[in-house]
């Protein structure tokens, strides 16, 4: 499970665009993927990977072959958000 701070990226993009107001969606395109909003602290990461390994532990013996976890986690997280 991996964090990255998409916060800079986003706001260059935005930046470089003639928009004066509007909205921003950001999409994470991939079946596991998701976007999250929240404090970019080590500590807070780390309980949220508690929180969702506990949901959806890794080595639970699922049907799926390789990485069933990453998918149940993906379904209680929304792969987009709407900034504005």
């Known amino acids: 499970m991996d964090f990255i701070d ?6 260059k993009k935005f930046c470089k665009s003639a928009i004066k107001n509007g909205i921003v969606h950001v999409f994470a395109p991939h079946a596991t993927g998701v976007l999250i909003l929240t404090e ?7 309980n949220i990977k508690v929180f969702l390994e506990e949901l959806a532990p890794k080595n639970e013996g699922y049907q799926h072959p390789s990485n069933a976890h990453s998918h149940l986690s993906s379904m209680i997280l929304p792969p987009d958000k709407t900034l504005q």
């Open 6 to 11: 998409l916060s800079e990226k986003i706001q």
């Open 40 to 46: 970019n602290d080590n500590a807070l990461l780390d």
